[in-house]
């Protein structure tokens, strides 16, 4: 099977299940570089594969601006470099960090919400209780008032 060099806008739009707005926005960064004929957008092989890398960044909470340093820093030669590989290292550090971070913020919460859960239901109880105790005391009154 021949592997296909160009694609449209709208033929990654598909693929990716991107809209065609972000598309746009993402050259608008330089993030991808699509030639033109007219009006017409022809996006390489090389602007396929940044693109779905800048959608894995995306969801590994890369910022835009990340992920173009490293496209900035694969440009630089041919194959990539060190200071490249350095580069994606220290994100990657932080961004787990930052999910380390969340992790526990979460944990945290979770147990706030346990322990007012376990509030709200002790006093549910005890109201209910109290209400059990005076339907009683109200049924005897409302009987004596009517003899």
Known sequence: MIE???FSISELSQEF??????????????????RRRGQTRIFSTKDR???K???RGKRMGFTLAETK???????????????????????????????????NDIA???MEIETAETRC???????????????????EARQAAEH
């Open 4 to 6: 296909k060099r160009t």
């Open 17 to 34: 299940d991107v809209t065609t707005r972000s598309i746009r926005f993402y050259e608008d960064q330089g993030l991808l570089k699509p």
């Open 49 to 51: 594969v940044r693109l």
């Open 53 to 55: 890398l800048i959608l």
């Open 69 to 103: 340093e490293l496209f900035d820093l694969w440009d630089e030669t041919l194959t990539g470099n060190e200071k490249q590989l350095l580069k994606m290292l220290e994100i990657l550090e932080g961004r787990r960090a930052m999910l380390e971070q969340q992790k």
């Open 108 to 110: 945290q919460a979770e």
């Open 121 to 139: 239901r002790e006093a549910l109880d005890e109201l209910q209780k109290k209400k059990k105790q005076q339907a009683p005391a109200n049924d």
